[in-house]
């Protein structure tokens, strides 16, 4: 076996140890999140049933619903507290490869996203949920009486959560794009105009078909933006320096 097989099939057999200890413990925490899904599930109901009032309740109409319901949030919440494990076996992996100070950016771009996707979780789920459903049940009248269903609520509170975790990924992004050459803070800065229209159609896309939730993701989004053009623009700085005194 020549030199370059036989290190590719060590690369590759890391990868998997990595990979199946990373699952190992994504599926132990499933497991104990399961146990309390009963506990999860009332915490992910709590932003709609705060603003439920009269005779306003919660319905299942298929008999598995709440079983696959608990399993789905069950899995999200072990997702979500198994991710720093995650990250740092993937870390583990890519960092021999890497330059020194390439590690420490790469770190770094690890450690930010995983915060930040899970602080656009908890923002959509403190404040954009709560005004979101609030304007729904709006809706209902003595005749017409709102019966959301588990599964589809389950799905939609996933749907908002996964999204402005995704959305509050932009700062990086922008950093990242800077990082690698790919696009200049300048020429960034010329595109406002088309970042401002992108993100309300970003929260059309991602968001379910309500002005409050499509606006309460857009202007986040493109505040972030310009959170991440100055970030940008100062490791753009920092770049510069480093190569001048590399020089």
């Known amino acids: 076996m020549s030199d370059a097989r036989a290190e590719l099939v060590?690369?590759?057999?890391?990868?998997?140890?990595?990979?199946?200890?990373?699952?190992g413990l994504l599926l132990i925490v499933f497991i104990a999140c399961?146990?309390?899904?009963?506990?999860?599930?009332?915490?992910?109901?709590?932003?709609?049933?705060?603003?439920?009032?009269?005779?306003?309740?919660?319905?299942?109409?298929?008999?598995?619903?709440?079983?696959?319901?608990?399993?789905?949030i069950a899995f999200v919440t072990a997702l979500f507290i198994s991710s720093p494990f995650i990250i740092t076996q993937l870390w583990l992996f890519i960092a021999p490869g890497l330059y020194k100070h390439e590690r420490s950016f790469f770190l770094l771009m690890l450690t930010a996203s995983a915060f930040l996707f899970m602080v656009g979780g908890f923002f959509a789920y403190a404040f954009v949920m709560p005004l979101a459903f609030e304007f729904f049940l709006g809706f209902s009248t003595p005749d017409i009486a709102a019966l959301p269903t588990m599964q589809l609520?389950?799905?939609?509170v996933l749907q908002l959560a996964v999204a402005f975790g995704l959305?509050?990924?932009?700062?990086?992004?922008?950093?990242?794009?800077?990082?690698?050459?790919?696009?200049?803070?300048?020429?960034?800065?010329?595109?406002?105009?088309?970042?401002?229209?992108?993100?309300?159609?970003?929260?059309?896309?991602?968001?379910p078909p309500d002005v409050i939730s499509q606006v309460m993701?857009?202007?986040?989004?493109?505040?972030?933006?310009?959170l991440g053009l100055l970030m940008a623009k100062a490791f753009e700085k920092k770049e510069d320096s480093r190569l001048v005194e590399s020089h």
């Open 34 to 72: 399961y146990l309390v899904s009963s506990s999860l599930m009332a915490f992910v109901v709590e932003p709609l049933q705060s603003k439920m009032t009269g005779d306003m309740q919660m319905v299942f109409i298929n008999l598995p619903e709440i079983f696959f319901a608990r399993l789905k």
């Open 217 to 226: 993701l857009a202007v986040p989004v493109y505040l972030l933006f310009e």
């Open 167 to 207: 959305a509050f990924e932009i700062p990086l992004v922008c950093v990242v794009l800077a990082k690698l050459g790919v696009v200049s803070t300048d020429t960034m800065k010329k595109k406002r105009a088309w970042v401002f229209v992108g993100t309300f159609v970003l929260g059309a896309v991602l968001t």
């Open 153 to 156: 609520y389950v799905s939609l």
């Open 10 to 23: 060590q690369h590759l057999r890391e990868l998997r140890q990595r990979l199946m200890y990373a699952v």
